[in-house]
Antibody, heavy 125, light 107 residues
């Protein structure tokens, strides 16, 4: 059974750096084709994809946020970490991490079949 | 970026109704489209991937179709558990993008 859980601060001040950790079980991020992504959702708004890291350490970022984001993985700890610098009140959102399964015949899939419960982050002074 | 446009944004329906939600891509995405269901305060749940493949464990009343730029999610007979917000997501190219959502409400 695959599970993911996000952890990190619930409140950050403007200009601070946010560090979120996704701790997962039930799969290995060293398995070919597997990825873990981060997606956020401001209150009452739609989903926004942020970043994705693959089993081979390939990384993808949202171009609009690329300068502020870093995604890393620790395969031995079954964790993926997302850092976002220079936080602003508009970054207030629920942040989700999610599992991207392999798809036979393809290098990677990029849909998300299992999501964490999400963690609400408020940016306010 | 590929823009994903869902319609309608809100849909009022009754239990037993057949419901169709449309998602249009600003350029061709082949069949690289997923549909998710989200209930208030919960994480999204994958329903359909690769435009028409039903995720394991998802009821067969859900179906997806389309390719290129136009896609539909159909619920053949709406059940009480189906009142939720539905999102499409393209994964043909980066950045991955989601539609604005369709809220299915009780009529």
């Amino acid at each position: 059974q695959i599970t993911l859980k996000e952890s990190g601060p619930t409140l950050v001040k403007p200009t601070q750096t946010l560090t979120l950790t996704c701790t997962f079980s039930g799969f290995s991020l060293s398995t070919s084709g597997v990825g873990v992504g981060w997606i956020r959702q401001p209150p009452g708004k739609a989903l926004e994809w942020l970043a994705l890291i693959y089993w081979n350490d390939d990384k993808r970022y949202s171009p609009s946020l690329k300068s502020r984001l870093t995604i890393t993985k620790d395969t031995s700890k079954n964790q993926v970490v997302l850092t976002m610098t220079n936080m602003d009140p508009v970054d207030t959102a629920t942040y989700y991490c999610a599992h991207s399964p392999p798809l036979p015949g393809y290098d990677h899939h990029d849909a998300f079949d299992i999501w964490g419960q999400g963690t609400m982050v408020t940016v306010s002074s | 970026d590929i823009q994903m446009t869902q319609s309608p944004s809100t849909l009022s329906a009754s239990v037993g109704d057949r419901v169709t939600i449309t998602c249009r891509a600003s350029q061709s995405i082949s069949s690289w489209l997923a549909w998710y269901q989200q209930k208030p305060g919960k994480a999204p749940k994958l329903l359909i991937y690769k435009a028409s493949s039903l995720e394991s464990g998802v009821p067969s009343r859900f179906s997806g179709s389309g390719s290129g730029t136009e896609f539909t999610l159909t619920i053949s007979s709406l059940q009480p558990d189906d009142f939720a917000t539905y999102y499409c997501q393209q994964y043909n190219s980066f950045p991955l993008t989601f539609g604005g959502g369709t809220k299915v409400e009780i009529k």
